[in-house]
């Protein structure tokens, strides 16, 4: 017989009051000098970002390392710099929003290179098939799987615009209305609606310009699929390439500044 385990609201309080404890801690803990390495070596923005930003950056960093559990995939042992590393990138676009650390992100896998992701197959022997080769994936109520050589490269060069992490976890803050539609938890109707009227617009440009053959700034076929993946993919621009977004798609940089609260063309004028 199965035990239904029921929380009381006394229970939540306690468990939240046990978790807020922890985290002042850990903060009040002196930053490790080897951690400071690893983010010199491999997260470039860490030397664009104000000094506020870059405190921000690492009381974020510390709380997802401890909290999230950390899964090496296809023999791969997960390593303090590749926690690091992940947590430092999925940290940046929390940096000036209300969050609560990616709390339902349960755990972080972590494979060495590419993997194949699956999809139901109603005609298979197994439920689930492979289905294409992946750089990252993000779960609803779920993990987020990464591909580490991706993500060290991505980490090393925001100057190409790409980075798995923020993707990845775009997708998470997508997924915190319960919805999954490209639109992030707003704070109004209104805002809602004009944030969808700008992302269609956009939809539909992107969609023109595939069809006579040009190569658009938001070059991956897949943001131009749905709200969800252009959203994503424009989040990886305005914290890599914000000079290039604000250029070519003003309405969505201006969009995505309301809601991450940062200027981020500011980070990278020098």
């Not at 779960?139 to 060290?152: F, K, M, N, Q």
Request: proline residues 6%; aromatic residues 10%.
């Amino acid at each position: 017989m199965h035990r239904l385990l029921v929380f009381t609201y006394h229970d939540c309080m306690l468990i939240n009051w046990f978790r807020n404890r922890r985290r002042k801690q850990l903060l009040q803990e002196p930053w490790p000098a080897a951690w400071q390495e690893i983010l010199t070596a491999n997260i470039s923005h860490v030397r664009h970002l104000p000094p506020d930003l870059n405190a921000d950056l690492k009381q974020i960093t510390r709380i997802l390392v401890a909290e999230k559990i950390w899964e090496g995939c296809a023999g791969l042992q997960v390593t303090e710099e590749m926690k690091v590393t992940i947590a430092a990138q999925a940290a940046i676009p929390l940096l000036k929003i209300t969050h609560d650390y990616f709390d339902r992100v349960p755990s972080i896998l972590v494979y060495p290179k590419p993997f194949l992701t699956t999809r139901p197959d109603d005609n298979a022997d197994q439920d689930f098939v492979p289905d294409k080769a992946a750089e990252g994936q993000a779960v609803y109520r779920g993990p987020v799987i990464l591909a580490w050589d991706e993500v060290l490269h991505d980490g090393k060069h925001p100057e190409e615009g790409e980075n798995v992490v923020i993707h990845e976890f775009a997708h998470q803050l997508d997924y915190l209305d319960n919805s999954v539609d490209g639109v992030p938890p707003l704070e109004s109707m209104d805002a809602r609606r004009q944030w969808k009227q700008v992302m269609q617009e956009t939809l539909q440009q992107l969609h023109h310009q595939f069809e006579h053959h040009r190569k658009p700034l938001l070059f991956a076929r897949a943001a131009s699929e749905n709200l969800t993946e252009l959203f994503a993919y424009a989040s990886e621009l305005y914290y890599c390439r914000p000079d290039l977004l604000s250029k070519d798609y003003p309405k969505v940089y201006e969009l995505l500044k309301k809601y991450y609260g940062v200027e981020t063309t500011d980070w990278f004028r020098h």
